[in-house]
């Protein structure tokens, strides 16, 4: 059984076109045969009946009876072949990648109401839960400067969670500054970008040179939604110590539905970064 959330679910049938019981432009024989190529299942078998029998809702069933690492690998390849455009199919995107992690994403242990750690975590749990629903609305938002602004103020109040006293976006003699916060003593400029493609080495820099100007011991947390062009992760180390890392958007999937908590990210990026100078790392990697 996969553990795909309702809200997940959602986003697929809406890319997919599933309101009308079809699934993009695939006809019974074609379904079949894409399924049995990618997974091996057969769809019409009768472990997947429900409800009308349709392509759509044989799909949902899949969902429900399949591990994630099945429904992970036949979501990839139906979004390869939709071959879909814009901020829903990164979303969708970075639900395939959630899946096809090793296990499953923890859950938050429900404990009893008496007890302050756990009801201070159900708190926690349940505002991570609005913000994921947030991110992934803002992922339909057609106007994209009003999405990255929503953005903003979305990270903000996910660090408020976590109590690392965030800073508002500001102005520093010509420059916008996303925001900032403190983690253990520290200072950490933050810079949030949602473009339809990997950064470029030129957004980089900028961020760097914001980070430079202000003193020898302040850092960065780059949020690169869309990750960064493997181009600028090679041209912004080579010859110069990094001082900051990046952050993208599988990563804050993965913060928001709990798989790791944001201080425990942050500390084995920073620690990854002072050892080993990695400002890009796949979530699957960390220690």
Known sequence: MSNLTNLEKRKFEQLLG???????????RSFA?????????????????????????????????????VVGKLMSEMLDYADAKGAQQEVCRLIVARLL???????????????EQSSQQQRRSQA?????????????????????????????????????QPRQPF????????????????IYLLESKWEEHPLPEADLLVFRGKIEGKSTFTRGVLIALNDVSEQARDAITRGKAPSFFVMNGHDLIMILSEAISLTDFLRKRVRLL??????????????
């Open 128 to 164: 991570l839960g609005h913000l994921k629903e947030e991110f992934f609305q803002l992922a339909d938002e057609r106007n994209r400067s009003k999405a990255g602004l929503a953005l903003e103020k979305l990270l903000n109040r996910l660090f408020e969670i976590f109590e690392l």
């Open 274 to 287: 002072a050892e080993e100078g990695c400002m890009c790392i796949p979530f699957s990697e960390l220690a």
């Open 18 to 28: 599933m309101d009308t019981g079809y699934v993009l432009n695939f006809t019974n």
């Open 101 to 115: 992690q090793d296990g499953p994403v923890p859950q938050a242990q429900s404990g009893s109401p008496h007890n």
């Open 171 to 186: 102005r520093v003699v010509g420059e916008q500054i996303d925001g900032s916060f403190q983690l253990d003593g520290h």
């Open 33 to 69: 045969e894409f399924i049995r190529d990618s997974t091996g299942r057969d769809i019409y078998d009768s472990r997947y009946d429900y409800g009308s029998g349709s392509k759509a809702n044989r799909l949902r069933a899949f969902w429900q009876k399949e591990n994630d690492g």
